[in-house]
């Protein structure tokens, strides 16, 4: 498994504790976005209350479309108002942010990849934890890829929430397939030159960089929010994030998939 992953990023029973807008205000911190955010929201409280109520999001919907209807509105505010209380808090602005942008990422993507998509659960977290659920997840997506060891493994076996060398050796084909730099074979490895072949079955920092590149290039949104720092971190709670991002985006049918947390 990648070094250090339930310390860096949290265990099972640390990830069934977190609730919605923690885990949303979590991935926002993760992202370097929280003053950012907190800035825009105390912008559009006017009153000054700490909530945003209709006419402070109407007001602010309407400075990019005037003509927006009272039940577009509405519409609106109901789907950032999860819990129905006619408030919309801090939490509950970033939980719908967060949520936008994983479904315009997934949309995007969808229209430019050509890797294998896959029916995914409805309900994985987006919550940074390393936890069995995410890697049965993981497994169950790379079952379905077109590398050579995915071809010969039986996924009854295969998805069965332990990381293995075999889940290794299938990841680390499939960064090569996506053409991670770091993942790829270079001249001159028999003179001592160059780079062997990524995929040798142990999770190596070579491994977590070519991970890291193709969840960037793939428009994973933590990823892209963070840009080149990103690409340069070790095997984190950033990584899961971007990655549980990342499967969401591949599946099949409409929607997430993934839920912001639960």
Known sequence: PPPHATQCVGSD????????????????QAQGREEELRAKFKELDTSGDGVLDFQELSRFLRQERPDMSDKHVSLIFSKVDRKGLGRITFEDM??????????????????ATQLVAWDGPEQLKVNGSWDRETRLALQEFLAVQDTPTAKVVKPSQFVNGQMTSCHVIVLQEFLQLCGA?????????????????????????????ALHEVLLSEGAPTAVHLGEAFLQAKFGRNTVYALQEFLAMMRKSRGTALSVAR
């Open 181 to 209: 730099p770091s993942a790829l074979a270079s001249p001159g490895q028999q003179g001592g030159g160059g780079q062997a072949s990524l995929a040798c079955g142990a999770w190596t920092d070579r491994t977590t960089r």
């Open 13 to 28: 029973s640390g990830s069934q504790m977190a609730n919605v807008s923690n885990s949303s205000l979590r991935r926002c």
């Open 94 to 111: 970033v939980e719908y942010i967060l949520s936008m942008e994983l479904l315009e990422a997934k949309q995007g993507h969808r229209k």
